[in-house]
């Protein structure tokens, strides 16, 4: 099967990450998989942002979750774009799929104004399809299966942590390993490289699937696709 590569928050070294303009340019080199952070305003507005705060991003030391949606617009993003709407991101890019990283500070807000967006498009369905999604807190969790009962979560960093190190320790049963459920794998633990064949193959085993976790340049790339990973995510564009 094809590999699945995910582009992490856009092609963004010449666009700012979370724009329109770097996921242009991530659908232009070839991504099957959007990658992005949901964030909402005090009023209900959905934005991609990964931080709280916009001064990486603009220059600024606002706070998402502290503006109405008329003043979070009104930012400009450091290469002269205005933040992305949840809205307008998913009007333009229905070719790819994506994955949602529900930002935890206002994970619930973000979870309610995107039911609201499903049911006054009617794709309350149709997302489900389109998207898998990342949540940080297991009421966040219970709180989306509330809403979209059949959306598709991505394991969290602790059940990939703890699925990780127990497979390196050859314990198996302790990785809790779900079936089909997406791990994250980095390149790298504590000097020991990690994307291999053998290590992909006990996720695989156990009925998981593993997601390269940002390999750093093509060499990287490579070694991920010769360990025999699911899915590939990464800042720069896939391998030809």
């Known amino acids: 099967m094809d590999v699945i590569w995910i582009s992490h928050r856009g092609l963004h070294q010449r666009h700012v990450e979370n724009s329109l303009h770097a996921f242009e340019a991530a659908a232009e080199a070839g991504f099957h998989t959007l990658e992005t952070d949901l964030r909402t305003t005090r009023d209900g507005l959905i934005v991609l942002h990964h931080d709280p705060a916009l001064i990486r991003t603009a220059s600024s030391d606002a706070i998402i979750e502290e503006m109405d949606s008329d003043r979070c617009m009104s930012h400009r993003l450091n290469d002269g774009q205005p933040l ?73 960093q602790n059940e990939c942590r703890r699925a990780g190190l127990s497979l390196l320790m050859g314990l198996r049963p302790l990785a809790a390993i779900r079936n089909g459920r997406t791990y994250s794998l980095p390149p790298v633990f504590h000097g020991l490289p990690l994307f291999r064949r053998s290590l992909v193959d006990a ?18 790339q490579r070694q991920a696709l010769r360990s025999g990973v699911d899915e590939v995510l990464s800042n720069t564009p896939p391998l030809g």
């Open 84 to 156: 992305l709407t949840f809205d307008d991101f998913a009007r333009t890019f229905t070719e790819q799929r994506w994955v949602l990283d529900i930002k935890p500070e206002s994970a619930e807000r973000t979870l309610g104004a995107l039911r609201n967006w499903a049911d006054q498009q009617q794709k309350g369905d149709w997302l489900c399809r389109q998207a898998r999604f990342l949540l940080w807190h297991p009421d966040h969790t219970r709180r989306l299966r509330e809403l979209f009962p059949a959306a598709i979560t991505m394991a969290p």
């Open 203 to 220: 996720y695989h085993h156990l009925g998981g699937r593993v997601l390269a976790f940002l390999p750093e340049g093509q060499e990287q």
